[in-house]
Each structure stands twice: as structure tokens, then as C-alpha cells.
């Protein structure tokens, strides 16, 4: 097995979710990995909607999907997750993708935080579609510190066991407060 990385580890899950035609939403657009993904899965009749609040991440996965000539079905938003409402219509969407914490490479001082995430993840849930799929990969400690991770575990234990999957995974042996990969399914 390989020494998977929190974002293979999602993207393995996501490949299994989306299929042509799919709508889907990279909640935290970054440099642009996901949003990759998703546009390559989601194919010509698919559409993806890709939100960060940085311009740089912006530039950064605009320049990331013309080299790898991405199909030509996504929009690039410069806002923040929290709007994603705005755009997709209620139970339309198969996959969401969060990121939480700052843009690799970025300022850190730009991280994700609780009140937006908690906002955006409620939204997530009237969007997704009966059998949709949230990856969403929680990193905490150094910079971004543990309030948003604390708050998100919390919201994630309240679910409906009823109406949604949640599924957590820890990487049990890695020091330094390793990242935490979720999956959320609709039921």
C-alpha cells in the first residue's frame, strides 16, 4: 500500500463518487488540485464550482487547469464558501470538497475559520444530492491552531445518523497533529 497522503486518500473516494455530467463544488479552491480532479471526472457536460477568497489561489488553479487542459466546465469564484447557495440549486450537487486551514505556499494568516466553514458545510448539506458525497480534509495545529478543527468534529457528531454517513479516519501513528480526512454521504 502507499504512504498515502490526506488528499489521495480523499481523491480515492471522490473517483468512485462523480460521474459525467456531475455537478460538483470544490468548496476551498486552493492551488487548484481538486478542482482538477473534479473537472477532469465531471467531463465536458459537467460543471464544476471552484470558491476561495485569495486571488492568488485563484490565479494559481486557473493557470493549474489550462496547462493540464482541463474540459472547459468549471467557474472560478473569487468569494467565499459560505456563498455556494448562491450558485447551485438544493440537491444538485454529487460531490463537495473542503480543504480546511491556509493555501500551501500562501499567507497563513489566511486560513479557513470555524463561523464561515460551519456556514458552509449547513449549505453543503441542502445541496448534495441523495447518495452525494463532502470530502473534507481538517487540518489544524501550527498556524491554524484547533478551533475550527474542534468546532467541525463537534458539528460532524450532531449529524442525523438517519439522513447522513459520517466517516472519520486518523492517521493513529504521525506526530504533530496530523490531518484528519472525513467523508460525509447523504443518505
Known amino acids: 500500500m502507499k504512504n498515502y497522503q490526506i488528499t489521495q486518500w480523499c481523491s480515492r473516494f471522490i473517483r468512485e463518487q462523480i460521474k459525467p455530467g456531475d455537478l460538483c463544488i470544490d468548496a476551498t479552491m486552493g492551488n487548484g488540485n481538486d478542482t482538477l480532479l473534479l473537472s477532469v471526472l465531471a467531463g465536458e457536460n459537467g460543471k464544476v464550482l471552484a470558491f476561495d477568497i485569495q486571488e492568488q489561489a485563484l490565479l494559481h488553479t486557473r493557470k493549474r487547469l489550462t496547462e493540464a487542459e482541463a474540459p ?38 489566511m486560513a479557513t475559520r470555524s463561523a464561515s466553514t460551519l456556514r458552509a458545510l449547513e449549505q453543503s448539506l441542502s445541496l448534495l444530492q441523495k447518495g452525494g458525497l463532502i470530502s473534507l480534509c481538517i487540518y489544524s495545529g501550527g498556524d491554524s491552531g484547533f478551533e475550527e478543527r474542534d468546532a467541525v468534529l463537534s458539528w460532524l457528531a450532531e449529524l442525523d445518523p438517519h439522513r447522513y454517513l459520517v466517516i472519520r479516519s486518523d492517521y493513529w501513528n504521525r506526530p504533530n497533529h496530523p490531518p484528519i480526512p472525513v467523508l460525509i454521504i447523504r443518505l
Open 72 to 109: 472547459r466546465n468549471y467557474t472560478l469564484l473569487l468569494e467565499s464558501h459560505e456563498k455556494m447557495a448562491d450558485y447551485a440549486a438544493p440537491e444538485s450537487v454529487s460531490c463537495i470538497v473542503f480543504n480546511l486551514g491556509y493555501l500551501p505556499g500562501g499567507d497563513h494568516s
